[in-house]
């Protein structure tokens, strides 16, 4: 192995600044680690080999006339294969789109390209990002890099890998109720999901259009305000998209003579699901913070039973609407020999999708049904509604509530979780997707197994500088 | 029971394409007639990762043409999502408005021969068009151009009670709408469309009977003649014992008749979903009022002005408000003239079957009709000779008073001259004269006419007949040999 | 709880899905326990309140047109393209 992928993102900017190495060096450090890596941790879909040299050849060349353009100029990274790049295959993980190659770039892809970061490939995923544990990927599998026996968990499982195996040192991923920060978590990353709307989703293949948030892999907290940074503003394409009022991140968003005040869930310490290796993170996490001045209480999360349901019939009804475009007539797989419109349709979309997609298909249209909607849809809303306002309120007490990310470390490919324990395991994750709050799972030890332990930051919305700055704290500690 | 003893219920669903530069939804042109799929893009192709934003220019029509139809504008609405499968909809799902329209309760104004009557407007809402489907052999070719197109669908109460009724609302609506700039108003280009809802119930009945939808009207012929056909075909249905069954028809106008459509590929149960995609739209009292006012005169005001100012007869003035351009014309001519009323006729009766009308113009200039109008007021000419000379002005253009003055056109209005005229005829036609004499009044006529014949046309009419008339009771016929 | 298998035929109607009976009777168990988990939403009851930042005219696109996709690479994603259209292999009426 080169040494140079051990660095962080940072690092690769004060030498690339100092022309420590080229941009080039640097692309063929981390495709050579690629190609070592990938017959085990099988992380890409796709790769952009030569579109990426060429990118670095021409990164070196701005260095060499002093045009260098700013934190990202010549640093390679990894997408999840549901951003669309133009010219370059985007499959979202289905048979559905195997051959997909969009004619345009998502938005912050072009923002990405303009800032001279460099595409190296594309990254496996659960297929339409849903799943937690990129097993329902149609087109590979990945394994997680600490231990391959072990799940890299999902839906954003090729990001954390490919991060976590040193063959990009930052990727994009797409949280939509936990899919970056889980599997940040299993990996042993830092994964962030910023406030819902900072970042553009115009040209990320949607699967729950009120939840999906463009989110963030990357091994340092520094990393991660770097890539946050350049990917923050409005986009005109996105309707939804807003200004982030911080610019930059690494500024100390708190009146600092105020110590921090952070929250505490009790239930989720004392709970059963949660296994004692992740409680015993959380505890010490705690324990850190109090010892640097925090001043911390206890609070519960609202409705807990409630806050999984809505995610559940919230996420699985609007996906089953943004999925409904998948029929084979404009693009992606068509069906032979459909001799009527409803086979040309059905056949097209069963071929296309595998089992679990077709399920919270099925699921998602039976809770619009007219008999459906308003027992739990409409409920669903109301119940988000509610649970958001309280969780805005709890971060108007305090900065941030500290909580595990998952209830327990990767577990090991092939488990088979019952649908509940899959269920449930969301339950520190969807809050903050429920509530449009940034999060952040911080990568916090490991256990005996080897295994990666994390906890979650979740902060009032525009505060991931505060919730980096915390996360360096935890940071510090680790090492 | 027979069809008088029933009275039609119809209301009606108008899709109205607005005039602006964008789609909707994206930036894509909305010209019509393009070469097919060249006016996409990933947004109005639903391609996976394509976003919508919303148009302003959009928003702002469709609020003008709720204030021009007296709807109360809503300040804050949403879009939503109307789910189902179908080719001509590229995401599954068309973004309209199913909960808060954008405007509520308005009301448009029809002429009836009992009078005038307002008929409800429910709702105004904007949403996309789908692409259009061309049939071929075994096959169904989609060009998307039309996808995602800005539309404003006027949802009526049903308070219209025949085909002719729901035509005129039709006429009203389309001259409102083109007047104030909010569609282009091109039939044949599909700019103006119509669903009907049609159901009969005995007279008297407060119950609504079972209803029929007719799709896709786009002439306000074929609206009038499917509703007729329609309303029949029901009561027929009734009188002979049989249900009507809530259908979805269509019109074919090879046969004049509706027909049913073939079962619907699309499922029933829409599945409204908010549209996360989209804000809430806010709309500001400040707002709503700046783009009242940039409404211009509505043509029932311009009309009511026309009529008082220049005198002209309520109906005179409605046609003439039925277009802008048509108005404008009338306005020009009658602005300098002292006999507007006289050019409003010239126009309506005559010279309108010369004009272009998509879009109005005529070949004649309002000032050569003014003139004319004042030659005819002034008794200069007469109106056969006014019916000439516009025609010949429709040829080509000439001073009409140079041109009477010269070729000595003028009425003639002298005594003397039309009493020679008379005697002369009555000397050339003494059979006319005799059957006259002998009780046949039309006689008369016949001699009048050669007497005009004779003055090329210019004689007085009134006086020459009054003259004539004279003259034949003392006329003696003068024995034959 | 049960869900039926005519209830499911007709959600796959819905959904455009093709599946055989026996995957309709897998499925079925798994709405109907994804069902009994959402109980939990039954408390929550009332109009839904609309918590979404609305948008004012001046934040709207505005009505500019700008370049969209070249025809040949539109069609050029499709498998049933045929000069200039996209040819869908059935006869379907425009409603």
Same mark, same amino acid.
């Given at each position: 192995m080169n040494e140079l992928v051990r660095r962080s993102l940072t690092e690769h900017r004060a030498a690339l600044d100092r022309r420590e190495y080229s941009s080039v060096e640097l692309t063929h450090a981390y495709l050579n680690e690629i190609e070592r890596r990938e017959p085990i941790v099988g992380a890409f879909l796709t790769l952009n080999t030569e579109k990426a040299i060429q990118a670095a050849a021409q990164a070196d060349a701005r260095f060499a006339k002093g045009e260098g353009r700013g934190m990202l100029d010549g640093i390679p990274y990894a997408l999840k294969d549901n951003f669309c790049t133009r010219g370059l295959?985007?499959?979202?993980?289905?048979? !559905? @789109?195997?051959?997909? !190659?969009?004619?345009?770039?998502?938005?912050?892809?072009?923002?990405?390209?303009?800032?001279?970061?460099?595409? @190296?490939?594309?990254?496996? !995923?659960?297929?339409?990002? !849903?799943?937690?544990?990129?097993?329902?990927?149609?087109?590979?599998?990945?394994?997680?890099?600490?231990?391959?026996?072990?799940?890299?968990?999902?839906?954003?499982?090729?990001?954390?890998?490919?991060?976590?195996?040193?063959?990009?040192?930052?990727?994009?991923?797409?949280?939509?109720?936990?899919?970056?920060?889980?599997?940040?978590?299993?990996?042993?990353?830092l994964g962030m999901k910023p406030t819902y709307g900072v970042i553009s989703r115009y040209g990320m293949i949607a699967l729950a259009s009120s939840l999906d948030c463009v989110g963030l892999l990357t091994r340092t907290s520094d990393d991660c305000g770097a890539v946050l940074s350049c990917l923050v503003g409005r986009d005109e394409k996105d309707a939804t998209s807003v200004m982030h009022p911080n610019s930059q991140f690494f500024k100390n968003e708190r009146i600092s003579e105020r110590p921090l005040r952070v929250a505490v869930v009790r239930e989720l310490l004392e709970d059963d699901e949660i296994s004692p290796d992740i409680r015993c993170a959380t505890v010490r996490a705690i324990e850190v913070l109090r010892e640097r001045g925090a001043e911390l209480g206890e609070v519960s999360l609202p409705s807990p039973e409630a806050a999984l349901a809505a995610y559940c019939v919230i996420s699985a009804a609007e996906a089953a609407s943004n999925l409904a475009r998948y029929d084979g007539i404009r693009y992606g797989r068509t069906t032979d020999g459909a001799d009527d419109l409803f086979s040309l349709y059905a056949k097209s979309r069963s071929e296309g999708f595998g089992v679990e997609v077709k399920r919270r298909i099925l699921f998602g249209t039976y809770m619009m049904t007219e008999d459906k909607r308003d027992l739990y849809y409409d409920r669903a809303r109301e119940a988000r509604g509610r649970i958001g306002e309280r969780m805005h309120q709890i971060l108007r007490q305090y900065d941030l509530i500290l909580t595990p990310t998952t209830p327990t470390a990767a577990f090991k490919r092939g488990s088979a979780l019952t649908p509940t324990q899959r269920r449930r395991a969301d339950l520190c994750a969807v809050y903050a997707s429920l509530a449009g709050l940034p999060a952040l799972s911080v990568p916090f030890g490991r256990n005996t197994d080897g295994l990666p332990l994390a906890v979650q930051l979740v902060g009032a919305p525009y505060s991931e500088g505060l919730l980096l700055e915390t996360a360096k704290c935890l940071e510090e500690v680790c090492q | 029971?027979? &069809?008088?003893?029933?009275?039609?219920?119809?209301?009606? +669903?108008?899709?109205?394409?607005?005039?602006?530069?964008?789609?909707?939804?994206?930036?894509?042109?909305?010209?019509?007639?393009?070469?097919?799929?060249?006016?996409?893009?990933?947004?109005?192709?639903?391609?996976?990762?394509?976003?919508?934003?919303?148009?302003?220019?959009?928003?702002?029509?469709?609020?003008?043409?709720? &204030?021009?139809?007296?709807?109360?504008?809503?300040?804050?609405?949403?879009?939503?999502?109307?789910?189902?499968?179908?080719?001509?909809?590229?995401?599954?799902?068309?973004?309209?408005?199913?909960?808060?329209?954008?405007? /509520?309760?308005?009301?448009?104004?029809?002429?009836?021969?009992?009078?005038?009557?307002?008929?409800?407007?429910?709702?105004?809402?904007?949403?996309?068009?789908?692409?259009?489907?061309?049939?071929?052999?075994?096959?169904?070719?989609?060009?998307?151009?039309?996808?995602?197109?800005?539309?404003?669908?006027?949802?009526? %109460?049903?308070?219209?009670?025949?085909?002719?009724?729901?035509?005129?609302?039709?006429?009203?609506?389309?001259?409102?709408?083109?007047?104030?700039?909010?569609?282009?108003? #091109?039939?044949?280009?599909?700019?103006? /469309?119509?669903?009907?809802?049609?159901?009969?119930?005995?007279?008297?009945?407060?119950?609504?009977?079972v209803r029929t939808e007719i799709k896709n009207l786009n002439s306000f012929a074929f609206t009038e003649k499917a509703i007729e056909y329609e309303v029949r075909r029901q009561c027929e249905l009734i009188c002979r014992g049989e249900?009507?069954?809530?259908?979805?028809? /269509?019109?074919?106008?090879?046969?004049?008749?509706?027909?049913?459509?073939?079962?619907?590929?699309?499922? +029933?149960?829409?599945? *409204?979903?908010?549209?996360?995609? &989209?804000?809430?739209?806010?709309?500001?009292?400040?707002?709503?009022?700046?783009?009242?006012?940039?409404?211009?005169?509505?043509?029932e005001a311009r009309a009511a002005r026309l009529s008082k100012t220049y005198g002209l007869p309520e109906g005179d003035a409605r046609i003439l408000c039925e277009d802008a351009l048509l108005a404008d014309y009338f306005e020009s001519a009658a602005d300098v003239c002292a006999y507007p009323r006289?050019?409003?006729?010239? &126009?309506?009766? %005559?010279?309108?079957?010369?004009? %272009?009308?998509?879009? *109005?113009?005529?070949?004649?200039?309002?000032?050569?009709?003014?003139?004319?109008?004042?030659?005819?007021?002034?008794?200069?000419?007469?109106?056969?000779?006014? #019916? #000439?000379?516009?025609?010949?002005?429709?040829?080509?253009?000439?001073d009409p008073r140079e041109t009477v003055e010269r070729e000595g056109l003028a009425q003639i209005l002298d005594t003397e001259l039309l009493t020679r005229a008379i005697m002369e005829t009555l000397a050339e036609n003494p059979r006319a004269v005799a059957d006259y004499k002998n009780g046949k009044t039309a006689a008369m006529r016949s001699l009048q006419g050669r007497v005009m014949a004779r003055t090329a046309g210019r004689a007085e009419p009134v006086l020459t007949e009054h003259l004539l008339k004279q003259i034949l009771e003392e006329y003696e016929v003068e024995p034959h040999v | 709880m049960n869900i039926s298998i005519e209830e499911m035929r007709l959600l796959a109607q819905l959904s455009r899905l093709a599946l055989t009976d026996d995957e309709l009777k897998k499925f079925a168990g798994d709405l109907c326990a994804l069902e009994e988990f959402s109980s939990a939403l039954l408390p929550f009851f009332g109009p839904v309140s609309d918590t979404d930042e609305p948008q004012g005219l001046a934040q709207m696109r505005e009505d500019i047109v700008r370049a969209g996709l070249d025809r040949e690479e539109l069609l050029a994603l499709s498998r049933l393209r045929e000069n200039g259209y996209i040819a869908v292999p059935c006869k379907v009426r425009e409603v």
């Open positions: 295959r985007t499959t979202c993980a289905s048979k !559905m @789109l195997a051959d997909f !190659m969009p004619p345009y770039d998502a938005s912050v892809v072009t923002r990405l390209s303009d800032a001279g970061a460099i595409l @190296l490939g594309k990254v496996n !995923m659960d297929e339409f990002a !849903m799943g937690s544990t990129t097993e329902t990927s149609a087109l590979g599998v990945t394994r997680n890099p600490v231990n391959p026996d072990y799940v890299p968990g999902g839906s954003s499982g090729g990001s954390a890998a490919a991060v976590a195996a040193l063959e990009v040192p930052f990727a994009l991923g797409s949280d939509t109720g936990g899919s970056v920060r889980q599997p940040a978590a299993f990996c042993g990353v | 029971m027979k &069809l008088s003893d029933f009275e039609a219920v119809i209301g009606l +669903e108008v899709h109205v394409e607005l005039k602006t530069a964008t789609k909707i939804f994206c930036s894509c042109p909305t010209d019509f007639g393009a070469e097919p799929n060249t006016r996409c893009c990933p947004i109005c192709m639903g391609l996976p990762g394509a976003m919508p934003t919303l148009n302003r220019r959009a928003v702002e029509l469709a609020v003008m043409a709720g &204030l021009a139809l007296h709807g109360t504008v809503l300040p804050l609405c949403r879009t939503d999502r109307k789910q189902y499968f179908y080719p001509d909809l590229p995401k599954a799902y068309q973004i309209s408005q199913a909960g808060v329209p954008i405007c /509520r309760n308005g009301y448009l104004t029809i002429a009836t021969p009992d009078g005038d009557r307002d008929i409800g407007i429910t709702r105004i809402h904007i949403e996309e068009d789908a692409a259009k489907l061309i049939h071929a052999d075994g096959r169904t070719l989609v060009d998307y151009n039309r996808s995602g197109v800005p539309l404003i669908e006027i949802v009526s %109460e049903p308070q219209l009670r025949s085909g002719k009724e729901a035509a005129d609302y039709l006429r009203n609506l389309r001259s409102i709408l083109v007047s104030c700039g909010i569609t282009d108003g #091109k039939m044949q280009e599909g700019s103006l /469309r119509c669903d009907v809802n049609v159901s009969v119930r005995p007279l008297g009945s407060a119950k609504l009977g249900a009507v069954r809530m259908e979805t028809r /269509r019109y074919d106008a090879a046969s004049g008749k509706t027909v049913l459509m073939r079962t619907k590929e699309r499922a +029933e149960d829409y599945r *409204f979903m908010t549209e996360p995609d &989209l804000p809430p739209i806010f709309l500001s009292e400040e707002e709503i009022e700046t783009l009242g006012n940039a409404l211009p005169e509505l043509p006289l050019a409003a006729n010239l &126009l309506l009766s %005559e010279l309108l079957r010369y004009c %272009e009308s998509e879009p *109005f113009s005529s070949p004649v200039s309002a000032r050569r009709l003014s003139v004319l109008a004042e030659l005819m007021g002034e008794g200069t000419v007469n109106s056969s000779t006014a #019916k #000439k000379l516009l025609l010949r002005l429709c040829e080509g253009d000439f | -």
